[in-house]
């Protein structure tokens, strides 16, 4: 079982705050079953970590580390609350891009290069842009097609 090596991996590489979680799994395994499992009153990511580890990852950041080696599915989702807890939710909040402020903060010397996600195309609301501004319009994909 990978969750099992993960483990045995974490407690030789991090001794000092790792040091006998594997015997932990091992004495308590509903315990940590009911963890691993849970989903309310909070998913794994947000439930305290079974018996004296939640003391022991007194740090969202091991607690991370332990979520990683159970739960790899929800790592992404326990790094969005450590980085909105850590900094602010500005840095995990998926706003739209709003051409007109990207082209205020180009430079006539830099391309502007856009990564999309399957399905969007803003190549008309560029085009537009472009018209409104009186700049040439150049558009290169390297995607598929």
């Known amino acids: 079982m990978q969750a099992w090596d993960n483990i045995t991996e974490l407690e030789k590489a991090i001794p000092e705050t790792f040091t006998g979680i594997a015997n932990a799994v091992t004495l308590n395994p509903k315990e940590w079953q009911r ?3 849970s ?14 580890w939640e003391t022991k990852c007194e740090d969202k950041l091991k607690k991370m580390i332990v979520l990683r080696c159970f739960r790899t599915d929800r790592v992404n989702f326990a790094i969005r609350n450590y980085v909105e807890s850590v900094m602010k939710k500005d840095f995990v909040e998926n706003r739209p891009t709003i051409l007109k402020e990207v ?17 969007v195309d803003p190549t008309e609301t560029l085009k537009k842009l472009a018209a409104e501004k009186e700049v040439p319009f150049e558009s290169i994909s390297m995607g598929r097609g």
Not at 39 to 52: D, M
Not at 106 to 118: R, T
């Open 35 to 37: 963890w691993y499992l």
């Open 39 to 52: 989903v309310k009153p909070a998913p794994p990511e947000s439930a305290q970590l079974p018996g004296e």
């Open 103 to 119: 082209f205020d903060e180009s430079k006539n010397s830099e391309p502007i290069i856009f990564v999309l996600s399957p399905g």
